[in-house]
């Protein structure tokens, strides 16, 4: 990664290369840490840069830093600001991923008290391309590894600690030659993928694990339930999914801020559907991209501008 860029560091801009933090800091030790991925894309017709659900995905950190017991001293909408000028001054004229971190600062390796640690803030941004190839399927593997239950950690907010378990079960999947992990809960049921929550296409109907079976609750799940119902009329239901009930399945895709919305052709070795994009997960891919690239290119029955970012770089 380039470090020819500009951060959001301590409270002030800083060059990339600059922001650092020592090896006593506690959330290198103990994972004491929340964080974002948003997503800017750039749209050439109208030489801007377009980010999606800005300000939801502020929230969340928010609510993920009051579960760490942080206190910091922005609201969502100046975190907004904040972001939006970050990107302005870095120039980039290109697709790119916002990394807002908080992360407990104070350097005491033996203090395990969140509450008299002192916490910071560091927001980056770099260039970002595909994280997965939407125009074709992926081949998926159920993990070994199980996802966290919300007694153990709380599972519906983006603490980094937690991703220790999704990296394993990425890192497991990619060794054996598959693209994706989808995790299990430690009852069998279906949570969501490493980085990514999971639909699953039945008989014309959509479903998703429901929150309290551990999925992170995502700014892009979140979209989707309320695209297909506002475009396609459909109300996706949010019930149990058990693991056998995905090798039978029509169709199954997979969303998030990096992956957008992609398809899955198999798990396990075991084609689903056809193994090609099927036809509702493309309608969905083709709104949903029309929204947050272009929210012309398509004609929707509502309007999503309350979702986008805009301005000239």
Known sequence: ???????????????????????????????????????????????????????????????????????????????????????????????????????KSQELVANLKLHELDDDLTIIVVPFGAYIDNEKPINCQTSSWRRP??????????????????????????????????????????SEGSGENLFMIKNSEIITPTETDNCLLGITRDSIIDIVKNEMGIIVKERKIHRSELYLADEIFLTGTAAHVTSVGSLDNRKIGSGNIGDITKSIQDLYFSIVIDNKKIQKKSDYSSWLTSFRI
């Open 1 to 103: 990664m380039s470090i020819d860029g500009i951060a959001f560091h301590k409270g002030e801009k800083i060059l990339l290369k600059d922001a650092t933090v020592g090896v006593m800091t506690h959330a290198l030790h103990y994972g004491h840490a929340v964080f974002e991925g948003i997503r800017g894309n750039w749209s050439e017709d109208n030489h801007e840069m377009v980010i999606f659900r800005l300000k939801e995905h502020y929230d969340r950190l928010l609510r993920g830093a009051k579960i760490l017991r942080m206190n910091l001293p922005y609201s969502s909408q100046e975190l907004c600001d904040i972001t939006v000028d970050l990107v302005k001054s870095n120039g980039y004229e290109q697709d790119v991923y916002i990394r807002p971190l908080a992360y």
């Open 149 to 190: 239950e919300d007694t153990m950690m709380p599972t519906g907010v983006k603490l980094s600690g937690l991703y220790t378990t999704s990296i394993l079960a990425k890192t497991e999947a990619v060794s054996a030659n598959f693209d994706e992990a989808i995790l299990l809960n430690h009852d069998g049921s279906v």
